[in-house]
């Protein structure tokens, strides 16, 4: 009787599943330029990150969304660094060839570079493989600073989470020209202060095909239309777990499918096709 090896502990380097090349920032990099579309979710245990290893995911996002989908918050401003970096090392444990990013939340950053690298450190210690954190114009030179300090950053603009109370709410970002110039400043800002990736998040769909055109980097929608370099949705919003309506740009993943791992293949699949998001049922326009 033959038995499958288990993964080493973080530290190790992660061991793929037969046939799966591990997913590292060159190989991203490569996706881009062949236009091979990017495809990441939301992971927050070693289970769904094991699954969605298995069934092609790109990227796993550790998000500070586990603070509304895993703990009952009406937002992401309650979670901290040490519960991130308690369930980034869960998904760097279950994960073996995915691309590992993790949030940076709320008030680990805001204080400057200083904070900023310290709570990146506690985040790659954990088994990150790239931080993320929100906004533009402020955060450049921190981007630049842990660049600098050898961590791959991915930077986040329009609708940004964790100023929800001074965006007026989850709306629609970047619809009025002056707004729309702000963004392309802000990912001009951060392009050139080294982040590798960006996520666009509800902003119209032609400013986010204009602003991944001209990105160095790999652009990542959620409600941004298709024109991005690849997409990422909440696991439990794509597989119809989290209760209530959810965002329009969300598709309901499980309709139709027979398991978790059938609806997590055909996300990976649709988004790797350009089928998802379709950007009459899911774009947004100016």
């Known amino acids: ?94 994960n073996r060839g995915a691309w590992l990013i993790a949030d940076l939340p709320f008030g680990s950053y805001q204080g400057g570079v200083e904070q900023a690298v310290a709570s990146s450190a506690a985040l790659m210690q954990a088994g990150a493989q790239m931080v993320k954190l929100e906004g533009g114009g402020w955060t450049a030179p921190i981007v630049a600073a842990l660049v600098e300090r050898g961590i791959p950053v991915c930077a986040h603009l329009g609708l940004t989470p964790q100023s929800v109370h001074a965006l007026g709410g989850y709306r629609i970002q970047g619809r009025d020209a002056a707004a729309a110039q702000n963004l392309r400043a802000h990912a001009r800002e951060l392009g050139r202060a080294g982040a590798a990736m960006l996520v666009l998040e509800l902003v119209p769909s032609d400013l986010a095909a204009d602003i991944s055109a001209g990105y160095p980097g790999i652009t990542i929608g959620i409600g941004a239309g298709q024109r991005t370099h690849g997409q990422v949705l909440v696991l439990h919003d794509m597989l119809d777990i ?37 950007e009459a049922l899911h774009g947004y326009s100016a």
């Open 1 to 94: 009787m033959t038995t499958e090896t288990p993964p080493p502990a973080y530290g190790g380097g992660p061991v793929p599943a037969a046939g799966r090349k591990t997913v590292t920032l060159h190989r991203l990099r490569a996706m881009r330029e062949a236009g091979e579309k990017v495809a990441m979710l939301t992971a927050y245990d070693a289970a769904s990150a094991r699954l969605l290893d298995d069934c092609g995911v790109d990227c796993l996002l550790v998000g500070d969304s586990l603070g509304m989908v895993m703990q009952g918050h009406p937002s992401t401003l309650p979670v901290t660094l040490e519960q991130m970096a308690y369930h980034t090392g869960c998904v760097a444990r279950g």
């Open 242 to 278: 989290t209760a209530g309506t959810k965002p329009r740009f969300v598709r309901n993943f499980m309709q139709g499918a027979a398991s978790i791992g059938d609806a997590v293949r055909s996300y990976v699949r649709d988004v790797k096709s350009g089928a998802f998001p379709d």
